[in-house]
């Protein structure tokens, strides 16, 4: 066996490296490809073993009849209006919040800050069965009438935000000194240096804070699923879990077609900024 | 973080103690406003915070000490019943053991992988950040969703994994109905789903790795093997304590995979803190044991928590 020269080894390195990365490319993509393969395949080519990976004749009208079997155009509009609200109102909230903690005095910053710090500790899900009773029991015996199954009652507990907050008061902070006090000098108010010159140059960030808040809020389940109760106050992903659970395994290629109305939109979406989301993400883990 | 705001209380601090009479009315006066202003800003978020956040952790602790069906007009106060119940309850310890297996293979896999996964997109090869989308995307995807989907993969006759299985001439369990089966199927898609974010940090934390400590470690005649245990294991040793805490949070809160998937079944062989505490509240519609559950899994995230603090802190001062 003749030895290999350096060049050679070299050019054997880098093939065994795309060989790798093509397979960990296929072992994540299979999933999703077996899922939108699936939702073109008529129920005989489902239950055909070995499957095939391209359906023969694609099958349009599976998305017809899952669009039919459950009332999907009513979840996207009560996804897209608890996500758009829901993330408005939080990115509101990190950006007011961030600005006060970096930009205006007050004494007692630090109870705020340790506020702040302690509900980044309690996750929503130890909070759910007491704000269900909350919006049950207490708020009628406020008002006279039950927040169960609205809007309001989906999107008020997500619209607080401390790690947004924290993640933009970064970023503000890292802003040049010199800009915002040739503001100050030139008599800008705080609402017009947070208008005019602090969101405009700390765009990058909110835009990511936005698209986690969209993502996390468009795929939300726990608390939607306690708190909706007719089919007509369902987000996408509670409907679809019914759809599934009503539906069962009888024809994966109805129920396949269902699951790439929700993904859909999101993998969409990321093929566009996935850039920006990751850069995003990465930076606030390696700085913190 | 630190850096930044003692810097700033450097640069003001002078101004404001030489400043003259008027201008320091000025400054009360402005300071004043800016009082104002601060809690007009902060207060919608920490009001919503007090509402959704704080006073139900003290409404759990006062369900904790009852009994009550979520629907009669009467709660029945049962003192610490709730936790006596659930240290003496089988289905309790069998919840605990399962978060924990959960927790251990699903961050100890995902880490893993994603390290592999890192070293690999660290290297100069043409579209690896489209490989790296890819990897990353599931990490976006709704949980009910994919987990409608592997449900169909762990199809034990014509899904996708009795396929591949088949290639190998083995046969396929029937995950999703096996007790001993069930909940590596959730961990199976729990990593799939989760081990992007893990290399796409530890790419990032590799690409932050000084290259002259490599060229310093080459010169030594260390060779690849001991490049990567002198230089990058260290190196990555605070960014791998990041991913394992947030990864075992994560765990603890998975939901949505396992209540599309299994129900928590077959037999409680998939349910986990976090289902136990959604089933006997809005299931079994017991809430005081519900609520009592969730001051556990409070408890042991916030352990978790503390851990982070108390280490990212001394990383701080000394690191």
Do not use: C
Request: charged share 15%; hydrophobic share 50%.
């Amino acid at each position: 066996m003749g030895k290999l020269s350096i060049q050679d080894q070299r050019r054997l390195n880098r093939a065994a490296g795309y060989l790798a990365m093509a397979v960990i490319v296929l072992l994540i993509g299979l999933p999703v490809w077996w899922m939108i393969s699936a939702s073109l395949k008529t129920s005989r080519e489902i239950y055909t073993f070995p499957p095939d990976w391209i359906p023969r004749n694609p099958r349009w009208s599976n998305f017809e009849d899952a669009w039919q079997s459950a009332p999907f155009g009513r979840f996207y509009l009560n996804s897209i209006i608890t996500t758009v609200v829901g993330s408005a109102l939080e990115v509101t909230n990190a950006t007011l919040g961030a600005y006060a903690l970096a930009y205006l005095r007050f004494p007692f910053k630090n109870v705020v800050f340790a506020i702040l710090l302690a509900a980044l500790m309690i996750p929503a899900q130890v909070t759910i069965l007491p704000n269900y009773v909350f919006f049950g029991s207490t708020v009628y015996d406020l008002i006279g009438e039950s927040w169960v199954n609205t809007y309001q009652a989906i999107i008020l507990p997500g619209a607080s935000v401390a790690f947004g907050t924290f993640l933009m008061r970064q970023s503000f902070l890292g802003l040049p000194r010199e800009v915002l006090d040739a503001a100050k000098v030139d008599g800008a108010g705080h609402l017009r240096t947070l208008w005019d010159i602090v969101l405009p140059m700390a765009r990058p960030v909110i835009v990511t804070f936005g698209l986690i808040s969209v993502v996390a809020k468009w795929n939300d389940y726990l608390w939607p699923l306690v708190i909706t109760q007719t089919e007509s106050m369902r987000t996408l992903t509670v409907g679809i879990s019914s759809f599934y659970d009503l539906e069962g395994n009888t024809d994966w290629g109805v129920v396949m077609a269902a699951t790439v109305f929700v993904i859909a939109p999101l993998l969409i979406i990321f093929m566009f900024v996935q850039r920006f989301i990751i850069e995003g993400l990465t930076a606030g883990a390696t700085k913190g | 973080m630190v850096d930044a705001t003692s810097g700033r209380q450097v640069a003001t601090a002078p101004r404001g103690r030489s400043a003259t009479l008027s201008s320091s009315r000025r400054f009360r006066l402005d300071a004043g406003k800016e009082w104002i202003l601060f809690i007009l800003f902060m207060l919608p978020n920490l009001v919503l915070f007090g509402l959704f956040t704080f006073w139900p952790m003290i409404e759990n602790v006062r369900l904790s000490t009852q009994r009550w069906d979520m629907i009669s007009p009467v709660r029945l106060n049962v003192g610490l019943d709730n936790y006596r119940n659930l240290a003496e309850n089988q289905t309790f310890h069998r919840v605990l053991g399962n978060t924990f297996y959960f927790t251990v293979a699903a961050v100890g896999v995902s880490l893993l992988l994603g390290l592999v996964v890192a070293l690999l997109l660290n290297q100069p090869l043409k579209f690896r950040d489209g490989a790296r989308a890819v990897v990353f995307a599931p990490t976006l995807l709704s949980g009910a969703a994919i987990g409608i989907v592997w449900s169909y993969i762990f199809d034990p006759r014509y899904g996708l994994m009795a396929q591949v299985l088949g290639w190998v001439s083995l046969s396929s369990p029937d995950w999703l109905n096996r007790p001993e089966w069930a909940m590596p199927a959730i961990i199976i898609v729990y990593v799939w789903k989760n081990l992007g974010f893990a290399a796409v940090i530890f790419l990032a934390g590799l690409q932050a790795i000084p290259r002259d400590l490599y060229d310093a470690a080459r010169v030594d005649g260390a060779n690849v093997w001991w490049r990567f245990r002198s230089v990058t294991i260290p190196m990555l040793s605070p960014i791998t304590f990041f991913l394992l805490i947030t990864s075992i949070l994560n765990t603890f809160q998975a939901f949505d995979i396992i209540r599309v998937m299994t129900q928590g079944g077959p037999v409680d062989s998939t349910n986990t803190l976090i289902y136990y505490v959604y089933e006997q509240g809005f299931v079994a519609l017991n809430a005081g044991r519900s609520a009592a559950a969730s001051l556990v899994l409070f408890a042991l995230m916030m352990i978790i928590t503390l851990v982070q603090l108390r280490f990212t802190e001394r990383r701080v001062h000394y690191g």
